[in-house]
């Protein structure tokens, strides 16, 4: 499943893309103007966790929004309970 995620997200461009990966719990976390530069000026794609509504994320940011066309959205293929954002909050916690 893996392989065809990396043939859509390659092959479906035109020409090579550099894109931010990221989890739809960063995207609803994170300053939008940030991700908005990057959508604009990269892309993202959007790794849908447990059971987000991204589009509903995506919808509600006036920036996000404006660059939607240029943000991936797909599925997580392999269930992952890390989280990216825990991990980081922990380590603000510990490391003080």
């Keep these: 499943m893996q392989g065809l995620f990396y043939q859509w997200l390659f092959f479906s461009q035109?020409?090579?893309a550099v894109m931010l990966v990221c989890g739809?719990?960063?995207l609803e976390s994170f300053p939008a103007p940030g991700f908005g530069y990057l959508s604009?000026?990269?892309?993202?794609?959007?790794?849908?966790?447990?059971g987000q509504d991204?589009?509903?994320i995506i919808a509600?940011?006036?920036?996000l929004n404006e660059?939607?066309?240029n943000i991936?959205?797909?599925d997580e293929v392999v269930p992952n309970g890390i989280s990216s954002t825990g991990l980081r909050d922990y380590?603000?916690?510990?490391?003080q």
């Excluded at 380590?91 to 490391?95: A, D, E, S």
Aim: one cysteine or more; proline letters at 3%.
């Design 72 to 74: 991936r959205v797909v």
């Design 91 to 95: 380590l603000k916690r510990v490391c």
């Design 60 to 63: 509600g940011d006036d920036i």
């Design 14 to 16: 035109k020409t090579p």
């Design 54 to 56: 991204v589009e509903k």
């Design 40 to 50: 604009r000026d990269f892309g993202l794609v959007c790794v849908r966790r447990g």
């Design 24 to 26: 739809s719990d960063l």
């Design 67 to 69: 660059y939607k066309k």
